[in-house]
């Protein structure tokens, strides 16, 4: 194994001695787009070195991948097959060489039949053959799918302005591209020179200008931004005119192929943008303006100082202010002041203002000019300006002097005082107030007081100086300690004096003094001087409470009802004073205690000086139903009462109490005053209560429910409860009204003794189906039940107190109740029909009902046979007739089945007794189909035969009587007799047919009545509920009785005797 492997080694050794050819082309695969420039780089090594190498190319298609398809080669002129033959000759197709050993297979516009699989061929120089000679690569050709679209305009811009344009670029290729977009720039006057490039996003997504726009887009004069998924906006400002010529837009599409190396498929441009841009005038021109020139000092001052130029907002300004040759302030272009040395405390003061008002105006304003700011203004203007080589040039120009005068100050001030009120009420505010016009500089006031006429001697309250300190004279200092006296400065020309309390020595004339005075020098170092002095009076008049003082009291409800609400009104007088308050005490006296020993008002409840509320020992409503309330300025006070009762009936009184507060805190009593008697009546409400009373009428079936509403329309409160006593009138002329029932308001039943005696207690039954309805229901009526019902309703209300009392009572309508028994509507089938049956056969007889009075009818059945005369004769002996009325034949019972489903127990007694011989045989199939069948007919059953029903129902005490009776139609009945013949012989003779007639049938008959059994048994359960219901004999049966005769052809009959049934 180890010899194996140094053996393999020494050969690869020995092989890499010897050069082998290679031959490598351009990797695969390479994506272009149809239309575009394609190129294969094609290199070979390892050759004999000195010989130049040849090169050969071919394509397969992919869908012959094995048929070869020569395009060009360098050494053969004629290689290219027919397809590629006129593209090689017209130089669409061509191979340039590199070098000795590498060339470059260009395909000028590449067509999508060219996508397949190229292969670079090399033929050998070396006289043998060691390596390879060609290699492949596929190429596969796509849509040109870019497109690059911006409005062909032509705009014209002046210098300084923007320039916005728009370039769409979209392309829909499925393979991962990168696109790149530039904006170029096209001399229009020399149409060799290149464009210039100004802005260009990579497909590196690289931001690059270029060259001479290098620093203008790191100013941001120059941007190129992508607003959206294919728009793409360049955006110039501070156009210059070297920005005028031919604006396009250039896109490529790239995709990066395997070897990493990015390739641009496509390129195209757009329409291309004129601009024209008009160069701007550089010049500039200065105007100071001012509102006037002169002034008094303290007033301000403004100097305007405007820049006429164009497009100043790109260019740079200095604005200087000088004030007879000394600078005052230097405003740079970035808008920042920088003052001279003689201004920086005025400045700092709040008495200079310099600031750039817009783009071309500055402002100088001097608060408080002084005498010595009287002179010369001027304005100068500086403009820099940038050369193209990057230097700086400096252009200023001044304005023309403005000469601006100050007078000295003079007092102009004017002095009103004014008061809230010339009258006050002891306790109220005097407030006034001093108003200052036509002020120059700072104020100070002094408030003084004398008698109305002013020959007194004034007495000084207060003063405030100027600068804002308040100082009280020493006659008022302890009031204005406490708060009653208060001197404000409500602004730079208002003063006022407010007096708190008053008190009825604070009437008099009331004098406002106001000094105006004027600064000199600067801080810190200034003096004050006083430039005027005037003064103003009012006259204010001090009311005492105590005159005026008076205390009434009304009521606009003096009468109320149980439940209802009333209010009371203390009104004091005057308004309410916080200095002087007033307490109010509400008294009262239950009705009918006037007179009494201990007739004494008890206090309620107590209004307090403070504001709070104290309670007395009487409290009315339990102290829940009662409110109190006072207004805000506390002259209405208010006791007010809800839900009245008997114990709040009586007289109410107020008291009230003045009290002033001094300015210490303590408090004097001033005054005290009561007011008038209120009388006050509560009674109980009016009745509202109604019930409806219509008359109306019911006709009800025995056995039925009857049910009678008692409607109550209204009622005298929400709240209000009701008993409800039912009451029966039997005839017209009866004495007097007998009473069902009553329900107490508190849902109790309590029967009448009519309701025991009639025995109705037990189906009788009083609903409440809502608070206002209420219904009297008659379970199984009875006819004994019709008469005349009404219902009385009273109407109970509780008093606040709780208790409860009868307000009022209504009747109702009239109910005229009538019980009848259902109404007959038996029908009998009434058909006639012949029937003729031979000797010894079956007489069927049917009786059928379609129609009954009630579903729980039970019927008696009889079947009546009429015979002639002649055929009586031939009876036997012992056997009864029954005479028909008026006919002149004979009728006779035949079959009798009662209600109660007893054999014979019906209207009529048959002649033949029911019996396990008994010829007759009943059924009833269904609750209304009867039949009766007469076997062995003899020639003495023909006849006319007819059945007779009678419906019986049940009352509610459980007793049956009979409602209806009813005939069915005759049914004529012949019987043939029978000769003596001889099929009995015949019969017997043949013993075949003797056994097929009698001895065959016999199982035959024996299955068929096991299935009739099983048939009837299941089925009894059904018919169990039926049968039950309508009396039906069919739960009677024992067994079948099966007759069968040997002498006779008839088949035997399955039938059911009265004998058979229990």
């Known amino acids: 194994m180890a010899t194996g492997v140094l053996l393999v080694a020494f050969t690869l050794l020995a092989g890499a001695a010897v050069a082998q050819r290679v031959v490598t082309v351009q990797s695969g695969p390479l994506v272009r787009t149809e239309g575009s420039h394609v190129t294969i780089w094609c290199n070979v090594t390892g050759y004999k070195d000195g010989v130049e190498q040849d090169f050969e190319w071919s394509m397969y298609l992919a869908s012959a991948a094995d048929r070869e398809i020569r395009i060009v080669s360098t050494a053969q002129p004629n290689y290219a097959y027919a397809v590629y033959a006129q593209r090689v000759n017209s130089k669409d197709i061509y191979v340039e060489r590199l070098s000795r050993d590498s060339a470059l297979l260009h395909i000028t516009k590449v067509q999508a039949k060219d996508q397949g699989l190229f292969e670079c061929y090399t033929p050998n120089t070396d006289g043998r053959y060691l390596g390879s000679y060609s290699a492949r690569t596929n190429l596969t050709v796509i849509a040109d799918s870019l497109t690059v679209t911006a409005p062909a305009q032509t705009l014209s811009k002046v210098e300084g302005d923007t320039l916005q344009l728009t370039c769409e670029v979209s392309r829909t290729t499925m393979q991962h591209t990168h696109l790149s977009v530039g904006w170029y720039l096209k001399a229009p006057d020399d149409t060799t020179a290149p464009p210039q490039e100004l802005l260009t996003l990579s497909k590196d997504f690289v931001l690059r200008s270029g060259g001479p726009y290098r620093q203008r887009m790191a100013a941001g004069d120059l941007r190129l931004d992508k607003t959206s998924a294919t728009s793409y906006r360049l955006t110039i400002h501070k156009l210059q005119p070297v920005d005028q010529g031919l604006l396009y837009c250039q896109a490529a599409e790239w995709i990066q192929d395997s070897d990493g190396s990015w390739f641009a498929m496509t390129r195209k441009q757009s329409d291309k943008t004129q601009l024209r841009v008009q160069p701007t005038d550089r010049d500039f021109s200065i105007q100071v303006s001012t509102e006037r020139r002169s002034f008094t000092a303290g007033e301000p001052l403004e100097l305007r100082c405007a820049i006429e130029a164009q497009n100043v907002p790109e260019r740079f300004f200095s604005v200087s202010w000088v004030f007879s040759s000394s600078p005052v302030a230097v405003v740079g272009p970035g808008a920042v002041p920088v003052l001279g040395p003689d201004y920086v405390a005025r400045e700092a003061a709040g008495h200079m203002t310099v600031r750039k008002e817009s783009v071309n105006v500055h402002l100088l304003k001097l608060q408080h000019l002084r005498t010595e700011d009287a002179g010369k203004y001027i304005c100068r203007v500086t403009e820099r300006e940038k050369t193209p080589t990057g230097d700086f040039i400096d252009r200023s120009k001044r304005s023309r002097n403005v000469q601006i005068t100050v007078q000295p100050l003079k007092s102009n001030i004017t002095v009103l005082l004014s008061s809230n009120s010339s009258e006050v009420l002891e306790g109220n505010m005097v407030q006034m107030t001093c108003l200052v016009h036509s002020t120059t500089g700072p104020l100070s006031v002094v408030w003084q007081v004398t008698d109305k006429q002013g020959d007194g001697l004034a007495l000084e309250l207060a003063s405030l100086d100027r600068d804002g300190t308040v100082r009280h004279s020493d006659a008022y200092k302890e009031r204005a300690s406490y708060g009653d006296i208060r001197v404000e400065r409500l602004g730079a020309d208002t003063f006022m004096l407010s007096v708190y309390n008053a008190l009825p020595d604070d009437e008099g004339l009331y004098v406002c003094t106001v000094t105006e005075w004027f600064k000199t020098g600067t801080e810190p170092e200034h003096?004050?001087?006083?430039?005027?002095?005037?003064?103003?009076?009012?006259?204010?008049?001090?009311?005492?409470?105590?005159?005026?003082?008076?205390?009434?009291?009304?009521?606009?409800?003096?009468?109320?009802?149980?439940?209802?609400?009333?209010?009371?009104?203390?009104?004091?007088?005057?308004?309410?004073?916080?200095?002087?308050?007033?307490?109010?005490?509400?008294?009262?006296?239950?009705?009918?205690?006037?007179?009494?020993?201990?007739?004494?008002?008890?206090?309620?409840?107590?209004?307090?000086?403070?504001?709070?509320?104290?309670?007395?020992?009487?409290?009315?409503?339990?102290?829940?139903?009662?409110?109190?309330?006072?207004?805000?300025?506390?002259?209405?006070?208010?006791?007010?009462?809800?839900?009245?009762?008997?114990?709040?009936?009586?007289?109410?009184?107020?008291?009230?109490?003045?009290?002033?507060?001094?300015?210490?805190?303590?408090?004097?009593?001033?005054?005290?005053?009561?007011?008038?008697?209120?009388?006050?009546?509560?009674?109980?409400?009016?009745?509202?209560?109604?019930?409806?009373?219509?008359?109306?009428?019911?006709?009800?079936?025995?056995?039925?429910?009857?049910?009678?509403?008692?409607?109550?329309?209204?009622?005298?409160?929400?709240?209000?409860?009701?008993?409800?006593?039912?009451?029966?009138?039997?005839?017209?002329?009866?004495?007097?009204?007998?009473?069902?029932?009553?329900?107490?308001?508190?849902?109790?039943?309590?029967?009448?003794?009519?309701?025991?005696?009639?025995?109705?207690?037990?189906?009788?039954?009083?609903?409440?189906?809502?608070?206002?309805?209420?219904?009297?229901?008659?379970?199984?009526?009875?006819?004994?039940?019709?008469g005349t019902y009404y219902c009385l309703v009273e109407e109970w209300l509780s008093d606040p107190d709780g208790a409860w009392y009868r307000l009022s009572r209504d009747t109702s309508g009239f109910t005229e109740v009538l019980v009848r028994q259902p109404e007959a509507r038996l029908q009998v089938e009434e058909a006639e029909s012949n029937v003729t049956v031979s000797e010894w056969g079956s007489i069927r007889l049917g009786c059928s009902i379609p129609s009954q009075s009630s579903r729980d009818s039970r019927f008696s059945v009889s079947w009546y046979v009429e015979r002639s005369q002649d055929q009586y004769e031939e009876l036997q002996p012992g056997q009864e007739e029954e005479e028909e009325g008026g006919g002149g034949g004979q009728r006779e019972c035949v079959f009798s089945i009662g209600h109660d489903a007893i054999f014979g127990n019906g209207n009529c007694s048959p002649r033949e007794e029911a019996g396990p011989n008994s010829r007759l045989q009943f059924e009833r199939t269904t609750s209304e189909q009867y039949s009766l069948t007469i076997q062995e007919a003899r020639p003495t059953d023909a006849g006319r035969y007819y059945c007779h029903v009678e419906e019986w129902l049940l009352n509610p005490r459980k007793a049956w009587y009979r409602l209806a009776t009813n005939n069915s139609g005759i049914i004529s009945v012949s019987v043939l007799q029978q000769a003596e013949s001889s099929v009995k012989s015949v019969v017997c003779s043949n013993a075949a047919l003797f056994y097929f007639v009698f001895f065959y049938p016999f199982p035959i008959f024996a299955i068929l009545l096991i299935a009739l059994l099983l048939v009837r048994f299941k089925g009894r359960g059904s018919s169990k509920s039926q049968e039950g219901k309508n009396g039906a004999p069919l739960l009677w049966i024992k067994e079948p009785h099966l007759s069968y005769s040997p002498t006779c052809l008839d088949p035997p009959a399955l039938s059911l005797h009265p004998g058979s049934v229990d």
């Open 527 to 786: 003096t004050w001087g006083k430039i005027g002095e005037k003064s103003a009076t009012e006259t204010i008049t001090v009311k005492t409470v105590e005159s005026s003082f008076m205390v009434s009291a009304s009521s606009r409800t003096p009468s109320v009802t149980f439940g209802d609400s009333f209010e009371l009104l203390c009104l004091v007088k005057p308004r309410h004073n916080p200095r002087v308050p007033t307490s109010v005490t509400w008294r009262f006296i239950p009705a009918g205690m006037e007179a009494a020993d201990e007739g004494e008002f008890k206090e309620l409840v107590t209004f307090t000086r403070e504001g709070t509320l104290k309670w007395g020992e009487q409290l009315l409503g339990l102290g829940t139903r009662t409110t109190v309330d006072r207004s805000h300025s506390n002259t209405n006070f208010w006791l007010s009462v809800t839900r009245a009762g008997r114990r709040e009936a009586g007289k109410y009184q107020c008291t009230a109490v003045l009290w002033r507060k001094n300015y210490d805190n303590s408090w004097s009593r001033v005054a005290n005053r009561t007011s008038n008697l209120l009388g006050i009546s509560v009674l109980q409400p009016e009745s509202n209560l109604r019930v409806q009373k219509t008359n109306q009428s019911l006709v009800h079936l025995e056995d039925s429910r009857v049910r009678i509403n008692c409607s109550i329309s209204s009622q005298t409160a929400q709240d209000s409860q009701h008993a409800v006593l039912w009451y029966v009138r039997r005839a017209a002329g009866s004495e007097a009204d007998e009473l069902l029932l009553r329900i107490e308001r508190s849902g109790a039943l309590e029967y009448g003794t009519y309701a025991d005696e009639e025995r109705l207690r037990r189906r009788v039954q009083a609903e409440r189906l809502s608070p206002r309805l209420y219904a009297l229901t008659l379970n199984r009526a009875e006819s004994s039940d019709s």
